[in-house]
């Protein structure tokens, strides 16, 4: 005989919960873990639920259901007796409680955690959140200690248990689990850190770094080859921007690696150049007599005709002083330079003979009289006599 309600009617019915479930199990749990941890348990009242897929109706996959068991299992409220197909016990809700063989064993490890968290001590629950990050996530000691470091660094000594735990399982995610990996974990950090912390303070600005800022700055001393005496240096000569950004840091330090500028040295013999085509500009709109500071592209420009074209500095100031005086001479002085750059024009010799050579008179396309190509019609010699007039006619 089977005898249960109908899934419409278990719909209806209750599912009872131990209390202390709510007290010392649920705050500490993650919310998915509880999910499936109630859904579970009202299958287990209501067999006729169970045709109901936990996973599909939490919108879980197999995964995240089997690593939530796992993680009651560990709490001693469910027991696994079969991975395939998964096959949960729920058991009796007791009073969670550190037991001796356990306390002894992490003795040493919740002694340097509570060192580490001075003067708060641990209470029962969160020894236990420190078990779980070696029991249920599989850190190794020394790299718990390494994250509780991590966290309190991040949070301060009142660093929640919750949060703790947390790390703990993307650390794992992630597999670090070994001392060494979760050392090396925490000391890139600090330096992604500390750089970005730099960078900051170069702008004074107070404040910690993002994360988002923390990843620039590891990419900048990372893919990009940059050390950290050369990401300053380009934060410090953002001079030009009202209000730094290390997006606008970043962009500028892509466009040093294109032009292999990654050392300070190469920034500084960049930043001669730079002032040598600046004051190279001033002295041609000097010549022009333009009156003002000349832009970037101008400067660009004339950078362009001298090191693409090869026309020297010397034929560029001759050509402006022949373009001096004309209604619009940077106009001319550009077209000038193009036609050169054409001629192969490149020294001032050459320039001199380009501009004395004697200019070609244009030849002048003769108009064409449209009058003297009007249509003519064929005249017979009987249509000429009969023009003729005798003038003696009537005489």
Not at 58 to 80: D, H, M, N, P
């Amino acid at each position: 005989m089977n005898i249960r309600f109908s899934p419409e009617a278990a719909r209806r019915e209750m599912t009872p919960i131990d209390n202390l479930f709510f007290l010392e199990y649920m705050p500490d749990a993650d919310g998915t873990f509880v999910k499936v941890y109630l859904f579970g348990l009202m299958q287990c009242y209501h067999p006729s639920l169970n045709d109901t897929d936990l996973g599909a109706a939490l919108g879980l996959t197999e995964a995240q259901v089997r690593c939530a068991f796992v993680y009651w299992q560990s709490k001693g409220l469910v027991r696994i007796r079969s991975d395939e197909p998964l096959t949960v016990e729920y058991l009796l809700v007791e009073q969670p409680a550190v037991t001796a063989a356990t306390a002894k064993k992490y003795r040493r490890l919740i002694e340097s955690v509570e060192a580490l968290l001075s003067p708060r001590s641990l209470d029962l629950r969160e020894m236990q959140a420190i078990y779980d990050c070696i029991e249920l996530y599989g850190l190794e000691e020394g790299a718990v200690l390494a994250l509780v470091g991590y966290c309190i660094e991040l949070k301060g000594k009142r660093v929640p248990i919750n949060y703790l735990r947390s790390v703990a399982q993307e650390w794992s995610e992630q597999d670090i689990k070994s001392q060494l990996t979760a050392e090396e974990y925490v000391a890139n950090w600090r330096v992604k850190k500390h750089g970005a912390s730099e960078v900051l303070r170069r702008w004074n600005k107070r404040r910690a770094p993002t994360v988002d800022e923390m990843d620039l700055y590891d990419r900048w001393i990372g893919p990009l080859g940059f050390d950290a005496e050369t990401v300053l240096a380009a934060a410090s000569r953002m001079t030009d921007v009202a209000s730094p950004t290390f997006a606008i840091l970043d962009a500028r330090l892509s466009e040093m690696k294109q032009r292999s500028v990654t050392d300070v040295a190469a920034m500084d013999l960049e930043e001669q150049k730079d002032a040598l085509d600046r004051e190279f500009a001033r002295s041609v709109f000097a010549r022009l007599g333009k009156i003002g500071a000349p832009d970037k592209t101008t400067i660009a420009q004339l950078k362009m005709f001298r090191e693409q074209k090869g026309i020297s500095r010397e034929a560029i100031l001759l050509a402006a002083d022949e373009c001096a005086g004309a209604e619009r001479p940077l106009g001319v002085l550009k077209k000038l330079l193009s036609d050169w750059a054409g001629e192969g024009v490149q020294t001032v010799e050459q320039a001199e003979a380009a501009l004395n050579k004697p200019k070609a008179a244009p030849t002048r396309k003769k108009k064409r009289n449209e009058a003297l190509h009007y249509a003519q019609t064929p005249i017979s010699e009987e249509d000429f006599n009969n023009l003729v007039v005798d003038l003696n006619e009537d005489l």
